[in-house]
């Protein structure tokens, strides 16, 4: 197999803290060097959030705007990939930072339970969201966290409300949300080959699910994400010591599978991005 995988890097996330993992980057210059060197070890997508100074979840475009600035600036041509989820902030305020206009953003297409709370997603948030980024050209990254969502993602790719080419990922591993379950990926990737055969797809686990995950999709053919916002560990005895090391640890699987690490350039290039 010869397609070059992506790799992913989500390198903060809304939930963790220092506290968990102190590798944790939480200020925009701790953001912009663990996603350089998340960059180094393989990464050409970089997910990113970003935080208050407590370490709360923000919204807030002007962090947006320095993130994307360090990152064009230290990590350049790699596709920069906002998030539009709910623990940051509520209604439209989750996409005020689109503007700004990232190469891609998250985009949850429906709603599902998380461990504590209802991730909502209503269809008027979920069309003006794919408004905007229409609006901007940018592409969604689909997060799909139950059947129901990719099969509603690939409506609306073909309904022409999402901009460019497909792109779903599945999240396997939300406690309360779709398990990591090996039957129920395969027929998740069935599922894209057959009624979106030229979409790409990709796949992340949560927690200690997410190197198994990699593995999946590695082997299946598909994309894959990895980072401190999914996963703090390497195992039960060591915390990762960066974002760096767990892309590594997705690069030493493509290799087991001879699959090459993609470059950003080739990243955007199988995505339908615009050129850095």
């Known amino acids: 197999m010869s397609k070059p995988c992506i790799l992913c890097c989500a390198i903060t996330g809304s939930v963790p803290t220092k506290a968990n993992n102190p590798a944790l980057?939480?200020?925009?210059q701790?953001?912009?060097?663990?996603?350089?060197?998340?960059?180094?070890?393989?990464a050409s997508i970089i997910h990113a959030h970003v935080r208050n100074d407590d370490e709360t979840p923000?919204?807030?475009?002007?962090?947006?705007?320095?993130?994307?600035?360090?990152?064009?600036?230290?990590?350049?041509g790699v596709i920069i990939q906002f998030s539009t989820g709910g623990r940051s902030g509520a209604g439209k305020t989750r996409g005020g930072m689109?503007?700004?206009?990232?190469?891609?953003?998250?985009?949850?297409?429906?709603?599902?339970?998380?461990?504590?709370?209802?991730?909502e997603n209503p269809p008027d948030l979920v069309d003006w969201?794919?408004?905007?980024?229409?609006?901007?050209?940018?592409?969604?990254?689909?997060?799909?966290?139950?059947?129901?969502?990719?099969?509603?993602a690939i409506r609306l790719s073909e309904a022409g409300v999402l901009f460019g080419k497909l792109y779903v990922q599945f999240v396997m591993g939300v406690k309360n949300a779709m398990p990591c379950d090996r039957e129920v990926f395969d027929f998740y990737?069935?599922?894209?080959?057959?009624?979106?055969?030229?979409?790409e797809w990709c796949a992340a686990g949560i927690g200690p699910n997410q190197i198994v995950v990699n593995e999946w999709a590695i082997a299946?053919?598909?994309?894959?994400?990895?980072?401190?916002?999914?996963?703090?560990?390497?195992?039960?005895e060591y915390l990762a010591p960066s974002n760096a090391a767990l892309i590594a640890r997705a690069a030493d699987l493509c290799e087991k599978y001879e699959r090459p690490v993609a470059t950003p350039a080739q990243a955007r290039e199988m995505l339908g991005l615009r050129a850095a």
């Not at 901007?136 to 799909?144: D, G, Y």
């Open 25 to 28: 980057p939480v200020t925009v």
């Open 58 to 76: 923000s919204s807030d475009p002007e962090k947006f705007a320095l993130l994307k600035e360090g990152l064009e600036k230290h990590c350049p």
């Open 98 to 119: 689109l503007p700004l206009v990232p190469d891609m953003a998250s985009l949850s297409v429906g709603s599902n339970n998380f461990p504590t709370r209802v991730y």
């Open 189 to 199: 990737v069935h599922t894209m080959q057959s009624r979106a055969p030229e979409a």
């Open 129 to 152: 969201l794919a408004s905007e980024m229409r609006t901007h050209e940018i592409t969604p990254e689909v997060e799909a966290f139950d059947l129901s969502h990719i099969l509603h």
């Open 30 to 42: 701790e953001q912009v060097e663990s996603s350089h060197e998340a960059v180094e070890a393989g």
């Open 220 to 236: 299946a053919g598909g994309h894959t994400r990895a980072g401190l916002e999914d996963n703090m560990r390497l195992d039960r």
